[in-house]
């Protein structure tokens, strides 16, 4: 069974730092597209950064770009989101998803349970 479990979420604040990990079991995560999306209260869940099976060309949102690195380890079968200099806005539930899209993140056939992040003072 295809399975993503979320963690290091947590109460930061601004200014600080996070690291998520997507730990992945019941398939290979080299043929997969792994990426991050969140989900702010009272919005939509938008795409965050999204890495693909080679880890080149990472892909990240605008508001983001510069703060947040995203990496993968499939020895490790786990895919991590740096994040750093976070902002209030930041503040949302944070889910990993996996794709085989070759050159996005769309089309999610699993998605995690999600990790809450919240920034504040």
């Known amino acids: 069974q295809l399975q993503l479990v979320e963690s290091g979420g947590g109460l930061v604040q601004p200014g600080g730092s996070l690291t998520l990990s997507c730990a992945t079991s019941g398939f290979t995560l080299d043929s997969y597209n792994i990426g991050w999306f969140r989900q702010a209260p009272g919005k939509e869940r938008e795409g965050v950064s999204c890495?693909?099976?080679?880890?080149?060309?990472?892909q990240y949102a605008g508001s983001v770009r510069g703060r947040f690195t995203i990496s993968r380890d499939n020895a490790k079968n786990t895919v991590y989101l740096q994040m750093n200099m976070l902002k209030p806005e930041d503040t949302a539930i944070y889910y990993c998803?996996?794709?085989?899209?070759?050159?996005?993140?769309?089309?999610?056939?699993?998605w995690g349970q999600g990790a809450l992040v919240t920034v504040s003072s």
């Open positions: 998803a996996a794709t085989r899209e070759i050159y996005s993140c769309g089309n999610v056939e699993v």
């Open positions: 890495i693909r099976r080679s880890s080149t060309l990472p």
